[in-house]
């Protein structure tokens, strides 16, 4: 049987087809007689049980690489691993011809001394008694840096109403605190703002800042901040539900070596943060109270379908990053022209946005015509798998992909949304999460407000250390500081 197999793998007439055997090449094999038949269920078998051990070696690959060691922290465990991202072509950098921008010069400068010189530095010999030149340079340095400790003198007073010690409020440090705002705020920002872990932050205020703390107190005091402001994590919260337009996104989190999930809401002048134990439609109702007058901009993910929103616009990077994805495994003909198809689609809508020589009627017609080619795409008869599964996609979402078009201030991506989500990925990484679920909630409160003042382009450490002065006078946190005219 192996002679007479091989004597028919010789003959051209009996070669076997690539891929799927049709019919008519089935019935060919059969007229040639037994032994081709024999060859060509050995052959596939062979091909199949070579597959099959492809498979599974990849499989054990992929075990070994997920299962972490065992005296890995729980924290440093992955929710989900992604595929790693394909570096861009793109060279870094500007352009060249771009004109150069530099570091401009102090407004105070001192004078300083004066550099001369007796004999050559490079040979030894003699120089000129008088400079040929004389040239200017600042140099700008931070000198080391000391606590400024000072003693107040508090008086107490007896009140006949209240009959008992009155004495006047503080507002330099929290009651009972050594610890400044202005020092509080600066910590708080480095680890919520900046991304710093609380080792680190302490190392910097002991050597740099030659202020003893520890990390327990540093956190207690944390604690404090974040009560006093919660009311401005409640403002974010509600600016953000009446945004016209507000993106959003989600990644995974840790709390106590338990899986949550950290979810983002951001328009420009608001990032909103919330640490939820639900991926799905229970914590997007804690968020979204009523239905959403705006539009939200978001992925593909399902639990987005069950908010209530006057407008929608679904992400298309997510299109094209899948339809990146199957390239890699399918290069099939129905899924090239169906890939074709959509791409060219995607890109003439994006160019359509763009285009700002056209008049309302053109611009009207050439919307229609998109719609009326994404209808086409969906609606088509594809044989590819892949392709039946995008146009799946497509028609579900149909009414969420062109809203971009028809509404100002609305992009075709999330990318607003994953910039946002970005910073809290960098503190996980560096803080591998929480321990506890009163420090996620101490998280998503400070890490709203910090975000919350970048994106408005405030100082963040005057801006809270004024704002606890005031409410430690006053009794009463003042409102959020409203963003700028030309960010509004």
């Not at 100002?408 to 990318?415: F, R, Y």
């Not at 890490?447 to 005031?470: C, D, H």
Request: aromatic residues 8%; charged residues 25%; positive net charge.
């Amino acid at each position: 049987m192996e002679q007479a197999g091989t004597a028919v793998a010789e003959s051209p007439a009996l070669e076997l087809p690539s891929g799927l055997i049709t019919d008519e090449e089935a019935r060919r094999i059969y007229r040639q007689g037994e032994e081709a038949v024999a060859w060509a269920i050995l052959t596939l078998a062979k091909e199949r049980n070579e597959l099959a051990r492809e498979r599974d070696e990849l499989k054990q690959k992929l075990a070994s690489q997920q299962q972490p060691h065992p005296s890995t922290p729980s924290g440093m465990v992955p929710v989900y691993k992604k595929s790693p991202v394909t570096p861009k072509s793109k060279k870094q950098g500007r352009k060249k011809g771009h004109p150069g921008t530099r570091r401009g010069n102090p407004e105070n400068v001192r004078p300083g001394p004066e550099h001369t010189l007796k004999c050559c530095p490079k040979c030894g010999g003699e120089v000129s008694e008088k400079p040929t030149r004389t040239r200017k340079r600042i140099i700008e340095d931070s000198s080391e840096v000391k606590p400024e400790a000072m003693e107040h003198t508090i008086h107490g007073y007896w009140c006949g109403s209240c009959e008992e010690i009155v004495e006047p409020v503080v507002p330099d440090a929290l009651p009972g605190s050594t610890i400044g705002n202005h020092l509080l705020a600066l910590t708080a920002w480095l680890h919520y703002g900046l991304g710093q872990t609380l080792s680190q932050i302490v190392e910097v205020l002991n050597y740099h800042l030659q202020f003893r703390v520890s990390p327990g107190g540093l956190v207690a005091m944390w604690y404090r901040l974040q009560a006093i402001l919660y009311g401005w994590y409640e403002q974010i919260g509600q600016e953000a539900r009446r945004s016209a337009v507000l993106h959003a996104d989600e990644t995974g989190w840790r709390v106590a070596g338990v899986t949550h999930w950290l979810w983002c809401f951001t328009s420009r002048t608001v990032t909103y943060y919330m640490i939820d134990r639900s991926r799905g439609e229970p914590a997007l109702k804690k968020f979204f109270l009523e239905m959403f007058e705006g539009t939200l901009v978001t992925d593909f993910w399902g639990p987005y379908e069950k908010v209530k929103a006057a407008f929608k616009q679904k992400c298309f990077v997510h299109l094209f990053r899948e339809l990146k994805k199957v390239d890699l495994r399918n290069n099939s003909p129905g899924w090239g022209v169906f890939r074709e198809k959509l791409k060219r689609l995607l890109r003439d809508a994006l160019r359509l946005q763009k285009r700002q020589d056209v008049s309302e009627e053109e611009y009207a017609s050439r919307r229609a015509l998109l719609d009326s080619r994404l209808g086409e795409i969906y609606e088509g008869a594809w044989e590819d798998r892949d392709a039946r599964r995008l146009a799946k996609r497509l028609r579900k979402y149909r009414s969420e992909l062109f809203v971009f078009l028809g509404q100002p201030g609305v992009s075709a991506d999330n990318n607003h949304g994953e910039r946002e989500i970005r910073p809290a990925v960098i503190i996980r990484k560096n803080s591998l999460c929480n321990r506890s679920q009163n420090g996620a909630d101490m998280q998503a409160v400070l890490m709203s407000v910090y975000r919350t003042l970048k994106l408005r382009g405030l100082n963040p450490i005057q801006t809270i250390s004024a704002a606890v002065r005031e409410y430690l006078l006053t009794g009463q946190l003042p409102p959020l500081p409203p963003a700028p005219t030309s960010l509004g």
